[in-house]
Structure formats: structure tokens, C-alpha cells
């Protein structure tokens, strides 16, 4: 009989005895890898191209305004109505954002691994939404500092004309968090639908960009009241008509707001919430849906 030739090496594996950080150390982490993700930081240069791109943009057009504002000593643009000016762009950078944070993980298969002990199911989807929610709010509210800063290093009145800008400004930055969380909700909901990254970015253009006409042919019905619900119809207007209602001649001239959305304020602030809780709700119950498999 021959003698046995197998041998048992040790290699040095030990047992884990440093802190163990927990739920809501993971959860951090997957906040600051979401918000890192959606501008490209960490990945490859092609990765960077579109989102920083869009950032110039609007950092560009921020500084043009301002730029012009100190020329001619007037306001060509109020900080809230460049939330609104811009919203075209966020669009786009929702569709490309969305699905780089959610879409990648579920045609990787990685999701059990983000599932197993200690982070619940709920904490993932909730993680990535206030990582896209602040991402947005970034690239709308770091511009709308740059026309403060602007403003008031030229203004003539002294402390008063600082003091005015303020006071100007952080209805506006709460104007584009509303933005964010709208956008957001929406679109990474559109996306956790789908693996395939082009089907969701075409999903999520298409639930803001074709929803648009409606808008347009409820505003031209007979009826005032159809006029002054139109802007329920898309997510945009929804927005802006919570702005004419909050902010008012911060984004329209006098009288043009309850000219668009007549009384019907409120309205558009409850529609507001439930279209932000019902994504929210949604986005939950798909990932309890996605882990259950």
C-alpha cells in the first residue's frame, strides 16, 4: 500500500476580530458610492464626460447670468426661474444617472450580496434615492450660488442688497430640492424596472418629454378649470405649478401665476407629495419584490 501524499497547509486564515460598524455605517458607505457614481468619480474618464459636462453647462449659463446682471444693473433671471430654465437638462441627466446607480446592479446579479446581513432591503433603494436627490440638488443649487455670490459682490446697497439676495435665494434652493426629489423618485423608480440601461434611460425621457404635450391640450380646452389643472398632467409642470404657487412672482410676473393655475394651489402641493410618495412606495415594494427572488 502506498502511503498517503495529501497535506494539509495553513495558510494564516483567522477570525475577524476588529468592529464590526453596522447598518447604518453601510448604509453611509452606499450613499457616498451613489452620489460618487453619478458623476462619474472613481470610474473611468469616459464615465466623467456627460455628467461634468452638464455641470459646465449650467455653471456656464449661471455665470453668463451673472455676468449680464452686472452690466446692466438689472435681474435677467430670478434663481428660482433657473431651476425652471434648466429642468430640460436634468431630464437627461436623470436618464443617464438613474440607471448607472440601480440598472447595473440588477443585470449584474449583485443584489443578494447587498441584501445579506446587515442592510436591509429598504436601505439600498432608500440610499440611492437621496444619493440621486442630492446629486440633483448639487447641480441645481451650486449654480444658483454661484449668480448669489455674483449678486453680491456687485450689489450697490450694501448689507440690505445682500440680506435681499438671501432672502431670494433659499426659497430658490428649496425650489430645486422640490425639483430633485421629483425627479428623482421618478426616474429611479423607471429605472429599477429594467437591468438594460438604454431601456431605462429611454423609459425615463419618455415619462417626462411625452407627458409634455398633454399639458399643452388640456391648456387650450374651453374649460378654465381643465387650463388651470393642466399642469398636473406631467412632472415638470407639477413642479412649476408647486413654484407659482409657493414662490409666485419670484418665477412669474404679477399676476400671471393665478393666471396659469388659477386657485388650484394646494392642488398642485398635494400632487406634488403623492407623486414623490407613491414613486417612493413603489421603488420599496420593487427591490422587497427583486430580493424575494
Known amino acids: 500500500m502506498s502511503e498517503p501524499t495529501g497535506v494539509i497547509h495553513d495558510i494564516g486564515y483567522q477570525r475577524y476580530t476588529g ?7 453601510v448604509f453611509g458607505a452606499l450613499y457616498l458610492h451613489g452620489l460618487r457614481t453619478i458623476f462619474g468619480l472613481g470610474r473611468s474618464a469616459k464615465a466623467k464626460i ?3 459636462l452638464v455641470v459646465g453647462i449650467v455653471t456656464l449659463v449661471a455665470a453668463g447670468v451673472t455676468a449680464v446682471r452686472s452690466q446692466i444693473g ?40 447587498y441584501f445579506s446581513r446587515p442592510l436591509p432591503r429598504g436601505d439600498y433603494a432608500t440610499a440611492k434615492l437621496l444619493a440621486l436627490v442630492t446629486g440633483l440638488w448639487l447641480l441645481l443649487g451650486g449654480p444658483q450660488l454661484v449668480m448669489f455670490l455674483g449678486a453680491a459682490f456687485t450689489t450697490d446697497a450694501g448689507l ?21 426629489a421629483v425627479f428623482a423618485s421618478v426616474g429611479l423608480l423607471i429605472a429599477s424596472l429594467t437591468g438594460k440601461r438604454a431601456f431605462a434611460a429611454g423609459g425615463i425621457v419618455a415619462v417626462f418629454l411625452m407627458t409634455t404635450p398633454i399639458v399643452g391640450t388640456l391648456s387650450i380646452m374651453p374649460s378654465a378649470t381643465v387650463n ?24 412669474a410676473p404679477a399676476g400671471q401665476a393665478e393666471q396659469l393655475i388659477g386657485g388650484f394651489g394646494p392642488v398642485y402641493v398635494l ?23
Open 74 to 113: 438689472q435681474v435677467v433671471m430670478t434663481y428660482a426661474q433657473f431651476a425652471d430654465s434648466m429642468s430640460w437638462l436634468v431630464i437627461f441627466f436623470v436618464a443617464v444617472a438613474a440607471p448607472e446607480l440601480v440598472s447595473r446592479d440588477l443585470r449584474s446579479g449583485v443584489l443578494p450580496l
Open 228 to 251: 388651470e389643472l393642466a399642469l398636473l398632467a406631467s412632472p415638470s409642470t407639477l413642479v412649476q405649478g408647486v413654484g407659482l404657487f409657493l414662490l409666485g412672482d419670484l418665477l
Open 50 to 52: 456627460f455628467p461634468w
Open 19 to 25: 468592529p464590526r460598524l453596522g447598518r447604518r455605517h
Open 271 to 293: 400632487g406634488a407629495a403623492l407623486l414623490v410618495a407613491a414613486c417612493v412606495t413603489l421603488l420599496l415594494l420593487r427591490y422587497r419584490k427583486v430580493a424575494a427572488r
Open 160 to 180: 440690505g442688497g445682500v440680506r435681499d439676495e438671501l432672502l431670494d435665494l433659499l426659497p430658490a434652493l428649496l425650489y430645486a430640492g422640490l425639483w430633485a
